[in-house]
C-alpha cells in the first residue's frame, strides 16, 4: 500500500507557480503493478521521484507499508571516482542485503568486464545504464518504481531487462511509466492516470490505456 496525504508539489516557472500535485490524497493498492499514464508534463516522473524520496513534496506526506525502490536504472547517486563494484558494495550495506551475492549479480547482469573496477567518471552512458539496472535488479523490493527503464542498451540487453524485470514482477509490484504500451500491457495489471495533480485510479487496465489516449486526442 501506498497513501498520499494531501500531497502537493510545486515548481517556480519564470517567476510563477506551477503546481504539478495539487492537494493529492489517494491509495494504490497492494499486489498490483501499476501503469502510470498521463500527457507529457503531466509530472509522472516528479510524482515517482516523490515516492523515491528524491524530491520534497511542499506539503503532505506518503506513507507505506512496504519497501519501494529508488527509481530503477537512475544512477545518479553514483560516486564518480568509485568503482562500479565499490557503488555496488556501497549499496549493499545501505540496504542491508548481502555484498557478495549483489557484487556477483551485478557483475554477471552488467557485462562490463575490467571496467566494473574501474572509476564510475570512466563510463559510457550506456555503461552506467547497464551498472544501474543491474544494481536496481539486485536489491529486491516490494514495489519497483520504472521510468521506461527497460529501453535501454542494445537490442540483446533489452531482452535480458525485460526477462530480469519479469522476474522480479513475480513477487514484486511496479509502478510503471512508459509510452510503450505493449511494455505497459506486458508488466502492469492495473492503471492510474495522472491529471492536473490529480490521479484517477482504474482497476481495469485497458480502461485506463483508453482513457489516457482519449486524453491524448
Known amino acids: 500500500m501506498i497513501r498520499f496525504e494531501n500531497l502537493t ?71 564518480r571516482e568509485m568503482t562500479g563494484a565499490q557503488n555496488a558494495r556501497f549499496i549493499a550495506r545501505i540496504y542491508g542485503v548481502d555484498t557478495d551475492s549483489l557484487m556477483a549479480f551485478v557483475e554477471d547482469f552488467a557485462e562490463l568486464g575490467d571496467q566494473f573496477y574501474m572509476p564510475v567518471r570512466s563510463y559510457s552512458s550506456g555503461m552506467k545504464s547497464r551498472l544501474a539496472f543491474g544494481i536496481s535488479m539486485g536489491v529486491k523490493f516490494d514495489t519497483y518504481l520504472v521510468d521506461e ?7 540483446r540487453f533489452k531482452r535480458k531487462s525485460r526477462a530480469v524485470f519479469r522476474e522480479r514482477m513475480r513477487q514484486s509490484s511496479a509502478i510503471l511509466v512508459s509510452h510503450d504500451m505493449s511494455q505497459v500491457r506486458e508488466f502492469c495489471d492495473a492503471g492510474i492516470v495522472l491529471e492536473n495533480g490529480r490521479l484517477q485510479f482504474f482497476d481495469d487496465l485497458d480502461e485506463a490505456i483508453s482513457f489516457h489516449q482519449a486524453m491524448l486526442a
Not at 527503464?149 to 537490442?155: E, I, Q, R
Open 149 to 155: 527503464v527497460t529501453a535501454v542498451g542494445d537490442a
Open 9 to 79: 508539489k510545486s515548481y517556480n516557472l519564470n517567476g510563477r507557480r506551477k503546481v504539478v500535485i495539487d492537494n493529492l490524497c489517494a491509495t494504490l493498492p497492494t499486489g498490483k503493478s501499476l501503469a502510470l499514464l498521463g500527457r507529457n508534463g503531466a509530472g509522472k516522473s516528479t510524482l515517482l521521484q516523490l515516492i523515491a524520496g528524491n524530491l520534497r513534496p511542499d506539503s503532505g506526506k506518503i506513507v507505506s507499508d512496504g519497501t519501494i525502490s529508488w527509481q530503477v536504472g537512475f544512477g545518479g547517486s553514483f560516486h
